[in-house]
């Protein structure tokens, strides 16, 4: 059964401060890894990953992919209270279906 | 332009009724699939929609839940006898085409009484 597992669960900072969120998969087969913000209840797309070591960058966030160890990280530098919300974590198995398989979230809080 | 729209935003409803939730996808998205979100869980894979079939249903839990595309655009997704373990938000996602990224609508929270 496909697994993706994000960590920390939860994490509550200050402004200012940088934080690195993860998450790791177990996937039969491995397309791509997306990460979406989540604030109330769409979640928003943030970055589509497909290869390793290529570090996809929007503003004060980053992401990059590690395929061999199985994970990724999420960079917010300079965080803001706008910044606080769940992050998540998907991957794209393959297969015919193309469904997204989701870790269970970090939710950020930052604390002005 | 518009995204993703999901209506009801909120739809409260008790033990045994009939529910439809509907998703209507960016235009010109082949590609549309339902979520489900439980409290403090990621959502969960319902149903894929590749035009106006079901390509793939095998997340929906049991067969009380079904969903049609009949025009290849607006899906609804239906629940009958509804359970209080129902109680979700449901999230309809599309894309240009099933390899794209999926941009998700706002949901609707479901609570059953």
């Known amino acids: 059964e496909d697994k993706v597992v994000q960590s920390p669960l939860s994490l509550v900072v200050h402004e200012g401060d940088t934080v690195t969120l993860n998450c790791s998969y177990e996937?039969?087969?491995?397309?791509?890894l997306l990460w979406y913000k989540q604030e109330k209840k769409a979640p928003t797309f943030l970055f589509m990953l497909t290869s390793s070591g290529i570090e996809k960058k929007s503003g004060r966030l980053s992401s990059i992919l590690d395929k061999k160890e199985l994970f990724s990280i999420l960079n917010i530098t300079a965080t803001q209270t706008g910044d606080s919300a769940v992050y998540l974590c998907?991957?794209?198995?393959?297969?015919?279906?193309?469904?997204?398989?989701f870790g269970k979230g970090t939710l950020l809080t930052v604390n002005p | 332009g518009a995204g993703v729209s999901q209506t009801p935003s909120n739809k409260v409803t008790e033990k045994g009724k009939y529910v439809e939730l509907r998703c209507d996808p960016i235009?010109?998205?082949?590609?549309l699939y339902w979520y489900r979100q439980s409290l403090g869980q990621g959502p969960e894979f319902l149903i894929y929609f590749q035009g106006t079939g079901a390509a793939d249903d095998s997340g929906l839990p049991n067969d009380r839940f079904f969903a049609v595309r009949p025009e290849g655009s607006v899906s609804t997704l239906k629940i009958q006898r509804t359970e209080r373990g129902d109680s979700a938000v449901y999230l309809c996602a599309s894309s240009v085409s099933n390899q794209e990224t999926q941009y998700f609508g706002p949901g609707t929270r479901l609570l059953v009484l």
């Open positions: 998907a991957v794209d198995s393959g297969g015919s279906n193309y469904k997204l398989t």
């Open positions: 996937v039969t087969n491995f397309r791509s």
């Open positions: 235009s010109g998205h082949t590609a």
